[in-house]
C-alpha cells in the first residue's frame, strides 16, 4: 500500500527494560511499543506503517532516536504528540514531528549518529544507576584509556570490532570522532562522585561495534593490553577474528542523530 502522508518523529527512550528495538517474538521491544500506542491514538481504525532509524541493542537507551511513520491522512502535529505521549509508556516520550517528503527513507537517509557509553570505576555503583552506566569494580588507568579512545578516530578496518557480519558488511569504516572525557551530562545524586563518557560519532557502526571498542579500552585501562594492540587490531592485515569481550549494554546511549532531510 503506498502512502500520501510520511513523518519524522524523534523520540527519547529508556532502554533498559527493553529488548532493543526490532520487533521480536515473546519479548518487549521499542518497536512493539511504539506500534502499539500508534494503534491505540488511531482507535485501530487507521492503516500505517512505521520505520525505525536502525535497531538497538537490548537495554541500550536513546536520548534522540527517529522513526518514519507512513499514513494516508493527515494529522495534526501538535495534536499527535499530545496523544501519542498521553499513551505510550513512561520510558519512552516523542520530542518532534515533521512531515517529510515521500521519498524520504530514513534506513536508507544519510545521518551521523553520536554514541555516548558512561562509565566509572574504583567501586560497585549504587544499583540505581545500573540503567544508565556501568560500573568497573577494578581501578582504571584512565589517561591511557584516553588515548586509546583517540586511536579509533578515522578511517579503520573494524573486522575485530564486530559479530555477526552478512557476506555484504562493509567493515571499512569512519570514525569522525571518538574521546573519553569526564561526564557532565548525565549526573544523579545517586551516581559516583566521577563518572567517564565515551563519546563517538560517525555515519555507521557495525553490530556490537562501540560495546567492543569499549571493551578493549576498559582491558587497556586495567593493563591487560596496549596502546599497540588497538593499532594493530585496526589494520587492514588483522586476523579478523572478532573480539569476544564485549562491554554491557547499559552503558550504553544513542546521544544524537542528524538527519539529512
Known amino acids: 500500500m503506498k502512502y500520501p502522508y510520511t513523518y519524522l518523529i524523534e523520540i527519547q527512550f529508556l532502554g533498559f527494560r ?12 521499542i518497536h512493539d511499543m511504539i506500534d502499539k500506542t500508534l494503534s491505540f491514538v488511531f482507535n485501530n481504525q487507521q492503516e500505517y506503517k512505521t520505520l525505525g532509524a536502525g535497531r538497538t541493542d537490548a537495554k541500550v537507551s536513546a536520548s534522540k532516536y527517529g522513526f518514519q511513520l507512513f499514513l494516508n491522512f493527515e494529522i495534526d502535529n501538535d495534536e499527535f504528540l499530545k496523544q501519542f505521549n498521553c499513551n505510550t509508556t513512561a520510558d519512552i516520550k516523542a520530542t518532534s514531528i515533521q512531515r517529510v517528503s515521500s521519498v524520504f527513507n530514513i534506513i536508507k537517509s544519510s545521518k551521523i549518529k553520536e554514541y555516548h557509553y558512561y562509565f566509572s570505576f574504583g567501586e560497585k555503583p549504587h544499583p540505581f544507576s545500573s540503567p544508565f552506566l556501568v560500573g568497573i569494580e577494578e581501578n582504571l ?26 557476506e555484504k558488511t562493509i567493515f571499512k569504516r569512519i570514525i569522525e570522532s571518538c574521546e573519553i572525557v569526564e561526564n557532565t551530562i548525565l549526573t544523579a545524586s545517586f551516581f559516583p562522585k566521577k563518572t567517564y563518557v565515551l563519546k563517538v ?61
Open 18 to 29: 527493553f529488548s532493543g528495538w526490532q520487533k521480536q517474538v515473546n519479548a518487549k521491544t
Open 141 to 166: 588507568a584512565i589517561d591511557i584509556m584516553k588515548k586509546g579512545a583517540r586511536l579509533f578516530e578515522g578511517e579503520h578496518h573494524f573486522h575485530k570490532y564486530c559479530t555477526k557480519p552478512s
Open 201 to 261: 560519532k560517525g555515519k555507521g557502526f557495525l553490530r556490537y561495534q562501540i560495546r567492543l571498542m569499549m571493551a578493549t579500552l576498559f582491558e587497556l585501562g586495567k593493563g591487560n593490553l596496549d596502546l599497540n594492540f588497538i593499532t594493530s587490531s585496526l589494520k587492514e592485515t588483522n586476523d579478523r577474528e572478532f573480539l569476544r569481550n564485549i562491554a554491557p549494554a547499559s552503558g550504553l546511549q544513542l546521544y544524537n542523530i542528524e538527519f539529512d532531510i
